[in-house]
């Protein structure tokens, strides 16, 4: 075994002396692996609250951070901090909990090139009693590893062994930058406003934006009002439907990716094209941003946890696109549409206010019935990472699996991976989100886990919560399908590859189930499933395709007498 030298500087880490070795298959023994980080005075003069993280990757490029965060990661640890000094070391080390590897005991021993960053968290003195910290979105889309304001150090080599333990001091040297805002050109404008509703409930300046794409024409017609396609997704400065300019063919492997997920989609650049044509329908396309402190997106309604965000989208954000932007402030002037996320915010949108827009096209939701929250029926299942066969056989619940069934990713990895990113369900990943989003605040102020993350017990007392507050949204249309139903009547169109990665068809599927049987009136809209073996992403048509079937869509609906005047 390889010991480190007393006191051997590396720019900026030092190792110090490390404890005895310890026998081959025994337990680290003393204190393991710890690394102090340290915030210079000149580099920061006032305390932080927030999280600080340790990355340890094989090689030096890119940055450590930048490789960490997702499900196929590098390893990485997070320990909260609270009113940090500068001077003063903050502790990763054992306690701190990581992904993939839990611990700091369990990394294998090795050349590693290491990296810290501090998490800034803001303070918000809600309007529900509660105070709260957590990160403050700088325009990045809650980027725990490339967000503004962040305290960072550079990468520096060293050798560690769990079973030789050792101590590392890191001292954080920059602090990452604003985000730089693309400029606006003739077809793409970008908004930025200040939310008071948002504002009064969090205590705190909160924004609200929009990335618009503009027709061709629409500075040479001010006379005419537009349609919109109100486009739902996650935070992206880029232009609505990957439009770009830029003809440069994409790479091979970028191409292999996008056909494998849905060869009809076609590439910014095609799109481009077909927007700018001669006969193309003169339509405004317009991406919302509302990162909220918990994600990168607040899902597009009131919550318990994340606050009135539907409220300020719904009489703060729209009515002043509606009003710069020349749009038609009328319901069948007004389609949705969104995958993922987007695909849940589309329908919800939809669903919940049936009479403001006259249709949506909802791609591959998140989970739309409980019954089905990925594999999980959380009002009947006991526990979410595991399934029991029978007394002596458990079966872990996978949460992603590859389009030809093999599960790559399970619920209680999954589960490591957001709590690794943030405690309290701030770690801004899907699951955190979704229990900010539907679920009741615990008693700290922060959101009530749905279950146990220890034993992934579920508590269905959370989950009956989630359901009588119609955040179910087969179980909300269910109850409410007379006075709903008569408004939503050829307005529902939705689509899903049947592998969807993350189980979601399996929801869909249930939700076609209810809207099959009604009546009074029949939701006379339409369901398509890719097959066989399309996955997450799957579109049957390409996005010129599918905003030409909307603009028809608005076309049947537009009231007699009415000027089409966007279709010069």
């Known amino acids: 075994m390889r010991l480190l030298p007393t006191a051997v500087l590396l720019s900026g880490v030092t190792c110090l002396a490390a404890p005895p070795a310890v026998t081959a298959g025994s337990p680290p023994a003393g204190p393991g692996l710890r690394f102090e980080v340290v915030v210079p005075p000149g580099l920061r003069a006032e305390p932080v609250t927030g999280r600080v993280f340790l990355f340890l990757a094989r090689d030096s490029a890119p940055e450590p951070r930048l490789e960490a965060g997702d499900m196929v990661s590098i390893p990485f640890f997070g320990q909260d901090v609270d009113s940090l000094r500068a001077g003063v070391p903050a502790l990763v080390s054992r306690k701190a909990l990581g992904y993939p590897y839990r611990s700091l005991d369990q990394l294998p021993a090795g050349d590693y090139y290491v990296q810290a960053l501090v998490s800034v968290y803001t303070r918000f003195p809600r309007a529900d009693g509660h105070t709260i910290w957590a990160h403050m979105d700088e325009w990045e889309g809650q980027q725990f590893n490339e967000a503004p304001g962040s305290l960072v150090s550079a990468v520096r080599r060293v050798h560690l062994d769990p079973r030789i333990g050792s101590r590392v001091r890191i001292e954080l040297s920059r602090i990452l930058p604003p985000v730089v805002v693309p400029p606006?050109?003739?077809?793409?404008?970008?908004?930025?406003?200040?939310?008071?509703?948002?504002?009064?409930?969090?205590?705190?300046?909160?924004?609200?934006?929009?990335?618009?794409?503009?027709?061709?024409?629409?500075?040479?017609?001010?006379?005419?009002?537009?349609?919109?396609?109100?486009?739902?997704?996650?935070?992206?400065?880029?232009?609505?439907?990957?439009?770009?300019?830029?003809?440069?063919?994409?790479?091979?492997?970028?191409?292999?990716?996008?056909?494998?997920?849905?060869?009809?989609?076609?590439?910014?650049?095609?799109?481009?094209?077909?927007?700018?044509?001669?006969?193309?329908?003169?339509?405004?396309?317009?991406?919302?941003?509302?990162?909220?402190?918990?994600?990168?997106?607040?899902?597009?309604?009131?919550?318990?946890?994340?606050?009135?965000?539907?409220?300020?989208?719904?009489?703060?954000?729209?009515?002043?696109?509606?009003?710069?932007?020349?749009?038609?402030?009328?319901?069948?002037?007004?389609?949705?549409?969104?995958?993922?996320?987007?695909?849940?915010?589309?329908?919800?949108?939809?669903?919940?206010?049936?009479?403001?827009?006259?249709?949506?096209?909802?791609?591959?939701?998140?989970?739309?019935?409980?019954?089905?929250?990925?594999?999980?029926?959380?009002?009947?299942?006991?526990?979410?990472?595991?399934?029991?066969?029978?007394?002596?056989?458990?079966?872990?619940?996978?949460?992603?699996?590859?389009?030809?069934?093999?599960?790559?990713?399970?619920?209680?990895?999954?589960?490591?991976?957001?709590?690794?990113?943030?405690?309290?369900?701030?770690?801004?990943?899907?699951?955190?989100?979704?229990?900010?989003?539907?679920?009741?605040?615990?008693?700290?102020?922060?959101?009530?886990?749905?279950?146990?993350?220890?034993?992934?017990?579920?508590?269905?007392?959370?989950?009956?919560?989630?359901?009588?507050?119609?955040?179910?949204?087969?179980?909300?249309?269910?109850?409410?399908?007379?006075?709903?139903?008569?408004?939503?009547?050829?307005?529902?169109?939705?689509?899903?590859?049947?592998?969807?990665?993350?189980?979601?068809n399996l929801a869909v599927y249930l939700l076609e189930d209810f809207l099959s049987t009604t009546t009074a009136p029949a939701y006379g809209g339409t369901f398509q499933y890719g097959r066989p073996l399309k996955q997450h992403g799957w579109q049957p048509m390409s996005n010129a395709d599918l905003i030409r079937e909307m603009a028809d869509q608005v076309r049947r609906n537009t009231p007699p007498g009415s000027a089409v005047t966007w279709q010069y």
């Open 184 to 504: 606006d050109d003739k077809y793409v404008r970008r908004v930025k406003i200040q939310s008071q509703i948002l504002t009064r409930w969090w205590g705190h300046p909160i924004y609200l934006g929009a990335v618009v794409l503009l027709p061709r024409g629409f500075d040479e017609h001010p006379e005419v009002r537009y349609p919109a396609v109100w486009e739902q997704g996650h935070f992206t400065l880029a232009p609505p439907f990957g439009f770009r300019l830029d003809s440069t063919p994409e790479s091979a492997e970028a191409r292999r990716a996008r056909i494998e997920r849905s060869e009809k989609r076609g590439t910014g650049y095609e799109f481009a094209r077909s927007w700018l044509g001669d006969s193309f329908p003169r339509m405004v396309a317009i991406r919302i941003l509302h990162p909220s402190p918990y994600y990168d997106d607040s899902y597009a309604v009131n919550s318990a946890n994340n606050g009135p965000y539907g409220d300020a989208i719904m009489q703060e954000l729209i009515p002043y696109l509606e009003e710069q932007f020349r749009l038609i402030r009328e319901p069948y002037a007004r389609v949705l549409t969104g995958g993922s996320t987007g695909g849940w915010e589309s329908l919800a949108l939809q669903v919940y206010h049936p009479e403001f827009f006259g249709g949506t096209w909802t791609f591959y939701p998140d989970p739309v019935d409980f019954r089905r929250y990925e594999l999980m029926n959380l009002y009947a299942d006991s526990n979410a990472f595991r399934v029991q066969r029978n007394p002596w056989i458990a079966v872990d619940v996978p949460s992603e699996r590859r389009r030809d069934g093999q599960p790559v990713v399970m619920v209680r990895q999954e589960n490591q991976l957001n709590n690794a990113r943030g405690s309290r369900r701030r770690g801004g990943e899907n699951f955190a989100i979704w229990e900010a989003t539907y679920g009741p605040t615990d008693k700290d102020g922060y959101p009530a886990p749905i279950w146990n993350d220890e034993t992934g017990a579920i508590d269905h007392t959370v989950a009956q919560y989630w359901r009588d507050h119609d955040y179910d949204l087969r179980d909300y249309l269910e109850r409410n399908w007379p006075a709903v139903g008569p408004h939503l009547v050829g307005k529902l169109h939705l689509y899903c590859g049947d592998m969807d990665n993350y189980y979601l």
